[in-house]
């Protein structure tokens, strides 16, 4: 009977979110970026990173310029004479590394403290929870940039910084979700069975929350990577030897002022693309997991 | 209602404690700022004395205690670039920084509510649609972006707006504005913008779904059961439920503007708080980077402080939520 009603529930949950179009464009716009990101190596015209394959007398070039050697820059060159398309697949690969590794972190990391905040109750949550509260309390780019301003440059680097300013939104929804289901009767049921607690928190109660966790989730990716790309426009993020978007952009932004618009312009498209479709994504999994929260 | 107080007081103090601890500790980590100041030929006798100068032989512990006992008469050391006192140049460049925070929050403001307004009232129109898929772009985007397309629009191709500096000012009660020149509003019209999407989009979102609730409630039939006009229905008492949380919301954001500007002020070069504090990490200026750190959660706990006992003031359920925890 349970074994024949998930596929169906999970049937009505992908029919539901499938019935936005705008959700579906997105989700496939998000899938195609991340195979690009993938793939990045195989489809980038030239290897941005590889000094011998780029010329400096390619510099500059407008987007559909075609070089000395007779290769065609689609998205143009930066000062350096880089394939702009190639060195925005590899971007976004960092950019989504980045984004991506912080998340599943912060995600693991606050999943537990909430879960234990919840579940011991007492002075430990009342502690998680002022912890969680401080944290909220301070803007996320302030935190972020006093963070990178000790620890220093670093793909690293950033994701610690951003895992520290995520995961207390996941805590406070964890603890939040496991206190409701806690006090439901299969919990009961299950501590009538005398289960070991620590099987009813993770096989019970975690299940339970992991709908609400993948909502905040993926509007935290979206978030990490606008974060990431601010930071690195500021300089503080990612070393300037594997730049992701935001990088692309700051270095776009000194050529911008002479009009040359495609060096920061065509990387700030992509960003936008990129966070617009997870947030499209993550509003319409909302609407779909949670109804009570439309609004 | 005095001990709820009291605890919050005690509450903020212990925050600002521990960020001192953390601030001074963690900028103690990062680089050597002797190396700022010592020329190629300096030998090791006047690497030592440069130690001295600057308070570095001296244990860590008791650099910290030195640190908080200067900041308890408000000194938080000499910037090593400008080689003034740090808190100067803070209240020099404030006022910059909080004339484009204000100005951030009233264009939230005159634009985002009458958008909600439309998108509430007509929710299905493709107006509406259209105003919602924009407070969406503008909760995605990073605001430097914005700032950067705005530049590329109005300044270099369209030559309408200045993209950097303050321009003109005017001394009203000893503090430096520009938004009471022409020449200063144009200098302020792209940054405060950029600024503002993120407050605008909230804005919108806030009003739109409180909107729809509170047409559905009983006091707004009845209002318009007794002929109330329409007008005085929507302008009046569907706006006065309709604003508690948006300045709830837009007052805790009020701080996260504040820090926000360090973004919005890098690229338009305005001469605030944030971009000293950029420029000063990019010089590892230590005094400069604690002085801002600690200015700016300062201001952060004392904002959050005063919310809560005005809340507790207002609403008695928070205060005694708060006594059972």
Partial sequence: ?295 | MAEFILRRILQAMLVLFVMTVLVFFGIHVIGNPVDLFASSECTKACLDEIMVNLGLDRPVWQQYLIFLGNLAEGDLGRSFTHGVPAMSLIWERFPATLELAVAALVLALVIGLPLGFYAGLRPDSWISKAIMGLSMIGFSVPIFWIGLIMILTFSVKLGWLPAIGRGDLVTVFGVRVSFLTLDGLRHLAMPAFTLSLLMMSMVIRLTRAGLREVMTSDYIRFARANGVPEYRVLGWHAMKNLLIPIVTVLGMEFGGVIAFAVVTESIFSWPGVGKMLIDAISVLDRPLIVAYLIFVVTMFVLLNLVIDILYSLLDPRVRLGAGAA
């Fill in chain 1, 1 to 295: 009977m349970i074994i024949a009603e998930r596929p169906s529930r999970l049937r009505a949950f992908t029919r539901a979110f499938f019935n936005s179009p705008t959700a579906a464009i997105a989700l496939c716009v998000f899938v195609a970026m991340s195979l690009a990101a993938i793939f990045a190596h195989l489809i980038a015209p030239q290897d941005p990173y590889d000094l011998r394959s780029v010329s400096i007398l390619d510099n500059l070039l407008p987007p559909g310029e075609v070089s000395f050697g007779g290769m065609t820059y689609w998205m143009g060159t930066d000062g350096q004479g880089r394939d702009m398309l190639s060195a925005m697949l590899f971007g976004l690969r960092i950019s989504l590394i980045v984004g991506l590794a912080s998340g599943v972190i912060a995600l693991a990391f606050g999943t537990l403290i909430g879960l234990i905040a919840a579940f011991r109750g007492g002075w430990v949550d009342a502690l998680l929870m002022r912890i969680v509260d401080l944290q909220l309390s301070l803007p996320t780019i302030l935190v972020a940039l006093i963070l990178l301003v000790i620890l220093g440059r670093g793909i690293d680097k950033i994701i610690i910084a951003l895992v520290v300013v995520q995961w207390a939104y996941f805590a406070r929804t964890v603890r939040g979700v496991a206190l409701v289901e806690n006090a439901r009767d299969y919990v009961d049921a299950a501590r009538g069975l005398r289960l070991p607690p620590l099987r009813i928190l993770f096989f019970h109660i975690l299940p339970n929350c992991l709908p609400t966790l993948l909502v905040v989730a993926t509007i935290q990716m979206a978030q990490a990577i606008s974060l990431e790309a601010t930071l690195s426009f500021l300089g503080l993020g990612l070393p300037p030897t594997r730049p992701s978007l935001g990088l692309l952009i700051a270095n776009g932004f000194d050529y911008l002022q002479s009009g040359r618009w495609w060096i920061s312009v065509l990387p700030g498209v992509v960003l936008l693309v990129l966070v617009v479709s997870i947030n499209v994504v993550g509003d319409r999994l909302r609407e779909v997991l949670n109804p009570h929260l439309r609004g």
